[in-house]
């Protein structure tokens, strides 16, 4: 199967996003929690680096999860590639 210009622009667009949520995703599991305990302030009444590590980083993978669904929800309907529902 040939790919179409149009195929290449969705793939591109899927790869920029897909490598965009993953350095996101690095950061705030490597950098964010390995600075943390250098963080010395109350959050939400603990300290932050308890926080990050047990509620905060949680949050933004299902924030990351969320996002990307509605992206390539939006990019399968432009490229005409969406599900079609069935009533």
Known sequence: MQL????KQYWQKNLRMT???LAIWFVV???VGYF???LNFDFFGWP?????GAQGSLVIYVLI???????M?????EYGC????ED
């Open 4 to 7: 179409t210009e149009s195929h």
């Open 19 to 21: 490598a965009f949520l």
């Open 29 to 31: 599991t490597f950098v």
């Open 36 to 38: 943390a305990r250098d």
């Open 48 to 52: 932050f680096s308890f926080w990050v």
């Open 65 to 71: 999860i969320a996002y990307y669904a509605h992206y």
């Open 73 to 77: 929800n939006n990019l399968d309907k």
């Open 82 to 85: 969406a599900e079609v529902e």
